[in-house]
């Protein structure tokens, strides 16, 4: 595997050729502020707060870390002039969206925001519109969701904006929502999303309800799913007494004499 140096804030970074800035920024404990990234999903660049200077073969330009692929010897500064403004610009957006957003008033106190005016038709959900929620469903899920409309209506929606009609209920959109704007409500015996209540089954081991039963019935559909299933806690059990716990050599048969 070939290695590179990314020279980020002066401080020398080795990354695997291909390897997206910020992750590499992370692995570093370089700070660069991110919102629509979530490290098991592939990356969006739709919020741009992830923005650095890099500088390579004599040239600048500004990237989203969260995309951007390292292939060679970079130097990159994420704290310019230009930067801190254009994030300040870019919060201060999603600020006038979702005034009261507890996530985007922390990077407001963290970063500054630029004044902007107040959008006319406020969403009131305090969605930024990042997308994640739409690519967990397409990732995790099952495609359900989907941004609609353009500029300052855009919008995460079902088609003809109802509640996901094929949502199995998975969970995945909430978990990823960096603003927490997607509400979910577990009880013991069924979990509540988009307005929507889903049965859940039982872990065949523990008894936990771990899974709604729409989830399992889809996944049972692409792929083999146990007739007996686990939640992941005694999948994991199950699996380090299958391969960990197995003797690695065992005693010669009793001859019987
Ligand atoms: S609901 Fe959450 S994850 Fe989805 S677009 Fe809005 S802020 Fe992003
Ligand atoms: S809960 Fe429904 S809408 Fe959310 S990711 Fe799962 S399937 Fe998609
Ligand atoms: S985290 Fe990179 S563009 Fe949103």
């Not at 490290?39 to 040239?59: K, N």
């Amino acid at each position: 595997m070939s290695m590179v140096t990314a020279v980020i804030n002066g401080k020398a970074c080795s990354a695997r050729q291909g390897e997206f800035l910020l992750d590499v920024a992370d692995r570093n404990d370089i700070a660069i502020p991110r919102l629509c990234h979530h490290e098991s999903l592939r990356g969006l660049a739709s919020c741009r707060l992830c923005l650095a200077e890099v500088s390579e073969g004599g040239r600048k330009r500004i990237v989203t870390s969260c995309v951007f692929p390292i292939t060679r010897d970079i130097e990159v500064e994420t704290n310019t002039e230009d930067i801190k403004n254009m994030r300040k610009m870019i919060i201060g957006f999603m600020l006038a969206q979702t005034p009261d957003n507890e996530k985007i008033l922390q990077f407001a106190r963290e970063y500054g925001s630029a004044e902007t005016a107040r959008f006319s038709e406020e969403k009131g959900n305090n969605c930024v519109v990042c997308g994640l929620c739409v690519n967990a469903c397409e990732e995790l899920g099952c495609g359900c969701l989907f941004t609609v409309n353009r500029g300052t209506t855009k919008k995460v929606a079902a088609p003809y904006e109802e509640p996901p009609e094929d949502c199995v209920g998975c969970g995945a959109c909430a978990h990823v929502c960096p603003t927490g704007c997607i509400e979910i409500e577990e009880t013991e015996f069924t979990r509540t999303i988009w307005g929507k209540a889903f049965e859940m089954i039982n872990c065949s081991s523990c008894g936990k309800p771990f899974m709604p039963k729409a989830q399992y019935e889809y996944l049972a559909q692409k792929t083999d799913m146990p007739a007996s299933p686990l939640c992941a806690d005694c999948a994991q059990t199950a699996l380090a007494k299958k391969y960990l716990l197995k003797p690695k050599y065992s005693l010669p048969a009793e001859s019987g004499r």
